[in-house]
């Protein structure tokens, strides 16, 4: 029976499944985070409501990813339409944790599974109060790099060591942690401080450099190097494109004009860092810690002679 049950969660098509819905069901929790915690409400009560009406969201209608397919984007009590938000939050979590079982669900890596949806689930709030906000709470920022911190010492794992590692093994992880904290936030100010003298504005808000050091403090040094640049990166990519066809399409309204992307602009830079994070920790961060170390290395070798 023991080894069945063993079996069924060997299996990845089971581990995709769970981990879809499971996320799908977190997914739904973090959109009332994105919603309620800038207006200063509690994420707890009261329940699920209409946010034009007021009116109780019943149970059936509440169903994460579902819900909002079979009500076509329309509130079921009033002519309010449900903001494309709620369900790109959830697919997009439901999609990450499947992900996050696959790779990292196998019997005895129940450590990274934790460490690896506490960040996940951070990072997708943080992107999505960031992008409606501008702002970046703390409790996400400093409370996430603390928490990296503990998870560091608690499942050592996270920065490569062994499951059943001993304390100068947890300690070394937790120094990486902290490592990572220094570096990673201090690059970032320094990089912002040096573009807000050249440009003579601010360039970075404070709320980016604590968020570097949250992700220090769960990838290491290597991460929050890799996420500065490849924030830069997406957010050019992304970005740009937008702008230019804002600023020369010949169909634009002049009464729309202050809602499109411009030069000069103020974005929020959070989201990309945040992705760029997801895509450190779910895909390159073997590559990139290999990379980088490799680099040192060399640097350090051609010095020594």
């Avoid at 002519?79 to 439901?94: G, H, I, M």
């Avoid at 992008?131 to 409790?139: A, H, K």
């Avoid at 404070?206 to 640049?229: S, T, Y």
Wanted: hydrophobic share 55%; aromatic share 16%; net charge neutral.
């Amino acid at each position: 029976m023991i080894e069945s049950t063993f079996e069924i969660f060997a299996d990845p098509v089971f581990i995709l499944i769970v981990g879809f819905f499971f996320g799908a069901i977190v997914g739904s929790f973090l959109n009332v985070c994105i919603s309620r915690i800038p207006l200063g409400k509690s994420i707890v009560m009261p329940s699920s409501s209409c946010p034009r009406c007021g009116d109780p969201v019943s149970w059936f209608h509440n169903i994460p990813i579902f819900s909002w397919l079979a009500l076509r984007g329309q509130a079921s009590c009033c002519d309010f339409k449900l903001p494309l938000r709620y369900l790109s939050v959830e697919l997009f979590t439901a999609l990450l944790f499947a992900f996050v079982f696959f790779k990292f669900g196998g019997v005895g890596e129940f450590d990274l599974v934790c460490t690896a949806l506490v960040f996940v689930s951070i990072l997708i709030v943080v992107i999505g109060i960031d992008f409606e906000t501008m702002t970046i709470p703390d409790r996400f920022s400093i409370g996430g790099a603390v928490a990296g911190l503990a998870l560091s010492f608690s499942f050592p794992s996270l920065h490569g060591f062994s499951a059943d590692a001993m304390l100068i093994e947890r300690m070394s992880a937790l120094f990486i942690s902290v490592t990572g904290v220094l570096v990673s936030s201090a690059s970032l100010y320094w990089i912002g401080a040096i573009a807000g003298r050249l440009i003579n504005k601010e360039a970075l808000g404070q709320g980016d450099v604590k968020l570097l050091g949250f992700v220090g403090a769960f990838c290491g040094w290597e991460g929050g190097v890799f996420v500065i640049f490849g924030g830069a990166f997406l957010g050019t990519i992304l970005l740009i494109p937008v702008m230019l066809f804002s600023k020369f399409s010949k169909v634009s309204h002049a009464n729309n004009q202050q809602n499109q992307l411009g030069w000069g602009m103020e974005i929020p830079f959070g989201p990309f860092l945040g992705m760029a994070a997801l895509i450190y920790f779910l895909g390159l961060r073997e590559f990139v810690d290999g990379w980088l170390k490799g680099i040192i290395s060399n640097f350090l070798f051609v010095f020594s002679q």
